[in-house]
């Protein structure tokens, strides 16, 4: 796979690409290791989402949206309906590569992924994150794009590791 490129995203709009190649495993594994956000076992888990939806297309419920620049992936998400469920969506993933952190990209991408979840019948995007320390800027950027936390589940992951989940409303 080609190293993530050290482009400015400043007045460049990301191409997106919904479809899910098998060259996507790499991918995954690449941004999302880049970031240090996520343990071993965590990549592990978002690789195996797009193998998921390789081997089951549609019917795995995992959707998928690449930001490319220039044809190279340097951000994605993964969302879905939940199960059992009227019109509400997780959110499972959102990862930009560290190199074009903070260029609007990450919020491009979880536009374009509402869009996408409304045009569905998206009624509500649920996102589930960590209350580490660490993820005091993820919980704020899902803030500034207009989720608020609607639940706190204490020692979910770890001691001292809460659960919290963000929702918005897309209607």
Same mark, same amino acid.
């Given at each position: 796979?080609?190293?993530?490129?050290?482009?400015?995203?400043? $007045?460049?709009?990301?191409?997106?690409?919904?479809?899910?190649?098998?060259?996507? &495993?790499?991918?995954?594994?690449?941004?999302?290791?880049?970031?240090?956000?996520?343990?071993?076992?965590?990549?592990?888990?978002?690789?195996?989402?797009?193998?998921?939806?390789?081997?089951? $297309?549609?019917?795995?419920?995992?959707?998928?949206?690449?930001?490319?620049?220039?044809?190279?992936?340097?951000?994605?998400?993964?969302?879905?309906?939940?199960?059992?469920?009227?019109?509400?969506?997780?959110?499972?993933?959102?990862?930009?590569?560290?190199?074009?952190? $903070?260029? $609007?990209?990450?919020?491009?991408?979880?536009?374009?992924?509402?869009? &996408?979840?409304?045009?569905?019948?998206?009624?509500?995007?649920?996102?589930?994150?960590?209350?580490?320390?660490?993820?005091?800027?993820?919980?704020?950027?899902?803030?500034? &794009?207009?989720?608020?936390?609607?639940?706190?589940?204490?020692?979910?992951?770890?001691?001292?590791?809460?659960?919290?989940?963000?929702?918005?409303?897309?209607?």
């Amino acid at each position: 796979m080609n190293e993530i490129p050290e482009i400015p995203l400043t $007045g460049v709009t990301p191409a997106w690409r919904h479809q899910v190649r098998t060259s996507d &495993c790499a991918v995954v594994r690449e941004v999302a290791t880049a970031t240090a956000f996520f343990s071993p076992a965590e990549v592990d888990v978002a690789v195996s989402l797009v193998e998921e939806r390789l081997s089951k $297309g549609e019917a795995s419920g995992y959707q998928f949206i690449f930001a490319e620049v220039d044809e190279r992936p340097v951000g994605y998400c993964c969302f879905g309906e939940i199960a059992c469920t009227v019109g509400s969506y997780d959110l499972y993933w959102i990862v930009v590569a560290p190199r074009v952190q $903070g260029c $609007g990209l990450g919020r491009a991408l979880l536009t374009e992924a509402e869009q &996408c979840m409304r045009s569905a019948g998206c009624r509500r995007v649920y996102i589930e994150t960590s209350g580490r320390p660490q993820y005091e800027h993820t919980r704020a950027f899902y803030q500034r &794009c207009g989720y608020r936390c609607e639940a706190v589940l204490p020692d979910f992951y770890a001691l001292t590791d809460d659960k919290l989940i963000y929702v918005k409303e897309l209607f």
